[in-house]
């Protein structure tokens, strides 16, 4: 019979603990992956996620496609709200 030794180390201890929650809709995944992408800052982020939820996915995703190849330098979270806003 073993005996229960508990964890040996702390990091087993920190990896139980980090598992974050999961998104529960589609479109705050959505969200999560437009802001991961286009580096929003901080201060924007509630605003994809209103975008994500307001929009269809469809739209989402070709705003975000179009950001990526049209907007090479500068700040794309702008240009993708600018899309998005149209």
Excluded at 11 to 26: E, F, H, R
Excluded at 33 to 62: D, G, M, T, W, Y
């Amino acid at each position: 019979m073993q005996t229960d030794k508990g964890p040996e180390k702390l990091a087993d201890l920190i990896k139980k603990q980090a598992s974050g929650k999961l998104p529960t809709y589609a479109w705050q995944d959505l969200a999560l992956e437009v802001i991961k992408e286009l580096n929003i800052p901080e201060f924007k982020r509630s605003a994809v996620f209103k975008a994500c939820k307001q929009n269809p996915r469809a739209k989402i995703l070709v705003a975000l496609n179009d950001t990526k190849e049209l907007c090479r330098t500068g700040q794309k979270w702008k240009y993708f709200f600018k899309i998005i806003g149209l």
